[in-house]
């Protein structure tokens, strides 16, 4: 590498660390909402993957409040949105399948999860503060995806040892 090259590498990587890394509430994922077509959570989870992203999972109160600001608040319209989370394998037991993590936080709405009529699908929607609730994973919804940042993108090169699996 000449030194011209070196110094441009150098600055490159120190302001990515200083913009990405230092900064505060910088997260390593990001969700997109994905309102035009409705669809079925199995439908969803593929279209995700289809867009080089996964179906939302939501690990923390803090990852709850930037889905929450997201999908805003209810005005004339509901929406419901598909995330990841899911009992199909075994009832009761909710897990996150685009990590296979089960789901450790939790912000299920009052009486959910109810399996009512056999449910098996974690939707979050614009009401009831964007808790929680399971629904039957045939019906057609909106959908949100989340991939990583393009920070954490940028780390992931410069950096492949700090690579976020
Ligand atoms: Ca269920
Ligand atoms: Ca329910």
């Not at 909710?94 to 939790?106: A, C, H, L």
């Not at 039957?136 to 700090?162: A, D, H, M, W």
Request: negative net charge; hydrophobic residues 35%; proline residues 4%.
């Amino acid at each position: 590498m000449t030194p011209a090259i070196s110094q441009i590498f150098t600055r490159k990587v120190l302001l990515i660390l200083f913009v990405c890394v230092l900064t505060p509430a910088v997260s390593p994922k990001e969700y997109f909402l994905f309102n035009d077509t409705e669809l079925n959570w199995f439908a969803a989870f593929h279209a995700c993957h289809l867009k080089n992203m996964t179906l939302a999972t939501i690990n923390s109160e803090a990852e709850q409040i930037d889905i929450g600001n997201l999908i805003g608040s209810w005005i004339s319209t509901k929406k419901v949105y598909w995330t990841s989370g899911t009992d199909q394998a075994k009832e009761g037991e909710f897990v996150w399948m685009s990590t296979g993590q089960p789901i450790r936080y939790k912000n299920w709405y009052y009486g959910e999860p109810n399996n009512h009529g056999s449910q098996h699908c974690l939707t979050i929607s614009n009401i009831n503060s964007h808790q929680w609730d399971d629904d039957q994973c045939s019906n057609e919804y909106f959908y949100i995806c989340e991939g990583i940042t393009e920070c954490s993108k940028e780390i992931v090169f410069l950096y492949p040892r700090f690579g976020l699996q």
